[in-house]
T-cell receptor, first 111, second 114 residues
Framework: RKEVEQDPGPFNVPEGATVAFNCTYS??????FFWYRQDCRKEPKLLMS?????NEDGRFTAQLNRASQYISLLIRDSKLSDSATYLC????????????WGLGTSLAVNP | NAGVTQNPKFQVLKTGQSMTLQCAQD?????MYWYRQDPGMGLRLIYY???????DKGEVPNGYNVSRLNKREFSLRLESAAPSQTSVYFC?????????????FGPGTRLTVT
């Protein structure tokens, strides 16, 4: 089993749609969780850290379910500019500087 | 603020050649990192530096060396390049909010070894 698993997609949605991505992780001792976005041939950019109580940043909502070891990202009112690959990231147990990266979920928002 | 900068952006090497990838950050972050990204694989950590004066191995350190020159700069050296080191290399730095280390990335160096 991969340490971080994501549905690779692609997810094709129209502008204005709501889309959700899930990610599962294998190590119950992981302590920190993140969503990054990566545009084609660019660097990953931090979208948001994921807190235990869940958190929201504008149109983006992240949830953490420690019992089921999964993280979700919800994007409301999708924009064309949201088209990217979304990377789920968790920390290695015992070292919060070491990250385990998922392969990403590809999103295409269409006009 | 420029954030994290990397040089060069592109490089082609022949097998056996050496080179140093440069990285600098102006965010006053303590920790810095080097990753490689290959198709079909997630980002993999090569080396990291938790603070000035310290470096530690990541998942894939073989064939690489690093130097944390000062708080701003963290370089990655390939002593004898191999085709398997063809990749995109990203440098990152992090600030910590308590135990959460949010990492910020440079634009990457695209390296081809022939």
């Amino acid at each position: 089993r991969k340490e971080v698993e994501q549905d690779p997609g692609p997810f094709n949605v129209p502008e204005g749609a709501t889309v959700a991505f899930n990610c599962t992780y294998s190590n119950s001792a992981s302590q920190s969780f993140f969503w990054y976005r990566q545009d084609c041939r660019k660097e990953p950019k931090l979208l948001m850290s994921v807190y235990s109580s869940g958190n929201e940043d504008g149109r983006f909502t992240a949830q953490l379910n420690r019992a089921s070891q999964y993280i979700s990202l919800l994007i409301r009112d999708s924009k064309l500019s949201d088209s990217a690959t979304y990377l789920c990231v968790v920390t290695r147990a015992g070292n919060n500087r070491k990250l385990i990266w998922g392969l990403g979920t590809s999103l295409a928002v269409n006009p | 603020n420029a954030g994290v900068t990397q040089n060069p952006k592109f490089q082609v090497l022949k097998t056996g050649q050496s080179m140093t990838l440069q990285c600098a950050q102006d965010m006053n972050h303590n920790s810095m990192y080097w990753y490689r990204q290959d198709p079909g694989m997630g980002l993999r950590l090569i080396y990291y530096s938790a603070s000035e004066g310290t470096t530690d191995k990541g998942e894939v350190p073989n064939g690489y060396n690093v130097s944390r020159l000062n708080k701003r700069e963290f370089s990655l050296r390939l002593e004898s390049a191999a085709p398997s080191q063809t990749s995109v290399y990203f440098c990152a730095s992090s600030e910590n909010r308590g135990e959460i280390y949010e990492q910020y990335f440079g634009p990457g160096t695209r390296l081809t070894v022939t």
